[in-house]
């Protein structure tokens, strides 16, 4: 169960976390949302109704491709793999939530 408070910044990170999870290879939706929850500590669940929008518009910005296959439930699933444009665009999110994660610890910092 995410923690409290944790659900806003996953709807204002998901495209990254998506982007980060398919870099570290090709994965099906539901694998996906299972790379989140587990490499995040079980803070971020994501829910199909979240996930698969954002699949699909990564997918239209060409950052993310997508072919079937067979997963290890030997069930037709979609698998999603990181384009070059994804690998670029992963590094700009990447460099933004630095910035931004930099720029609120002064702000908790200041006394």
Not at 17 to 32: D, N, R, S
Not at 69 to 94: M, P, W
């Amino acid at each position: 169960m995410p923690k409290s408070g944790h659900n806003d910044l996953l709807q204002g990170t998901l495209d990254l976390l998506v982007l980060k999870t398919v870099a570290l290879g090709p994965e099906h939706g539901w694998g996906i949302a299972q790379r989140i929850r587990q490499i995040s500590g079980e803070v971020f669940q994501v829910n199909q109704g979240s996930l698969y929008p954002a699949l699909h518009r990564l997918e239209e910005h060409g950052w993310v491709a997508s072919e079937w296959g067979v997963s290890d439930a030997n069930r037709q699933a979609k698998f999603y793999r990181l384009t070059r444009a994804g690998a670029r665009q992963l590094t700009r999110e990447t460099e933004s939530w630095a910035e931004m994660v930099s720029g609120v610890a002064r702000i908790l910092e200041a006394k």
